[in-house]
């Protein structure tokens, strides 16, 4: 994959997720992670388990949810705050403040969080 192929697929998953369509950043994203190596790989996958994780909120599937939050965290932890003009921290946050949300009960809404 050339980089700016790479480039221009991050950056459609970015304005996907960024406009509310997990399921599409997911697609984006998944092409440029079959092509990495860790720690990008890891790293990529968390953010698509963040994104996918927040597909299955607007589901209301909130077991399937949580699971993936959980182990986008896991991905996530040695992640730089920003990566490839993704904003890791914010889909750190997101993700942390759905699982507080849905520890409580609560079945937050993900869109409008921006990466």
């Not at 992670?33 to 790293?43: G, I, K, Q, V």
């Not at 990529?44 to 209301?60: C, D, P, R, S, W």
């Amino acid at each position: 994959m050339t980089p700016e192929a790479r480039r221009e697929l991050l950056e459609a998953g970015r304005a996907a997720y960024n406009q509310g369509d997990f399921y599409e950043a997911h697609e984006h994203w998944e092409e440029v992670w079959l092509t990495l190596d860790d720690p990008e790989h890891r790293w990529l996958q968390g953010l698509i388990q963040v994104a996918t994780g927040f597909h299955k909120l607007v589901q209301g599937r909130e077991g399937p949810a949580t699971t993936l939050l959980g182990r986008a965290l896991t991905k996530l932890e040695d992640a730089p705050p920003s990566w490839e003009g993704l904003d890791v921290d914010a889909a750190r946050q997101a993700a942390r403040t759905m699982l507080v949300g849905l520890s409580r009960g609560d079945l937050p809404d993900p869109r409008g969080v921006r990466v």
